[in-house]
Nanobody, 124 residues
Framework: QVQLVESGGGLVQAGGSLRLSCLASGFAFSNYAMAWFRQAPGKEREIEAVISWNGDNTYYAGSVKGRFTISRDNAKNTVYLQMNNLKPDDTAVYYC?????????????????WGQGTQVTVSS
């Protein structure tokens, strides 16, 4: 069965760092672009970072560009999100998701598989 399991969330002070991981199983991981979304209370889910099948192409939302780095290890079926210089506005549930195809896509409807999410809380 298809499964995406996020880990690495938690509580961190503003200016700190976290590294999220997403372990995928049940599908051809290397045939999918992977992304991280986040959803804060009262807000819609929004895309934050995308990586192509081999990591050659990435996309970052303007609010996280320069602070977050997405990467993947196809041998481990894992995608990562390194988050540096965290801000209280980064507080949200973070989800990893998979889109068929090798290239970066930024439309939410392109993503077929989703994890359950991991909470990131950034204190002032």
């Amino acid at each position: 069965q298809v499964q995406l399991v996020e880990s690495g969330g938690g509580l961190v002070q503003a200016g700190g760092s976290l590294r999220l991981s997403c372990l995928a199983s049940g599908f051809a991981f290397s045939n999918y672009a992977m992304a991280w979304f986040r959803q804060a209370p009262g807000k819609e889910r929004e895309i934050e970072a995308v990586i192509s099948w081999n990591g050659d192409n990435t996309y970052y939302a303007g609010s996280v560009k320069g602070r977050f780095t997405i990467s993947r290890d196809n041998a481990k079926n894992t995608v990562y999100l390194q988050m540096n210089n965290l801000k209280p506005d980064d507080t949200a549930v973070y989800y990893c998701a998979a889109a068929p195809g090798w290239v970066v896509v930024t439309t939410i409807e392109s993503y077929d598989y989703w994890g359950q999410g991991t909470q990131v809380t950034v204190s002032s």
